[in-house]
């Protein structure tokens, strides 16, 4: 995620010629899109990071849900 916000910020830089981001080439710009499209297409899939994240997120649901469960004083 934080290469997405570098990204469209380099692209609002650009655009509007602040500073030294005047004469920075769109193709840095466009080389930094594809990085990233290749990152989250292919190579984040491939490690397998995607799927533990997911996995991380269900894991704290289900301990939320059971820590509401048992720890719910009507329940005796």
């Known amino acids: 995620m934080p ?3 570098i990204i469209a910020a380099l692209c ?3 655009y509007f010629e602040v500073w030294k981001f005047a004469d920075l080439s769109w193709w840095w710009i466009v080389g930094l899109m594809v990085a990233a499209f290749a990152w989250f297409e292919f190579i984040e ?3 397998g990071l ?3 994240k997911a996995h991380n997120e269900d894991e704290k649901r289900r ?3 059971v820590a509401k ?6 329940r005796k």
Do not use: E, V
């Open 3 to 5: 290469i997405i916000i």
């Open 12 to 14: 609002a830089l650009r």
């Open 45 to 47: 899939p491939m490690l």
């Open 50 to 52: 995607d799927k533990r």
């Open 63 to 65: 301990q939320s849900r």
């Open 69 to 74: 469960t048992f720890n719910d004083p009507k």
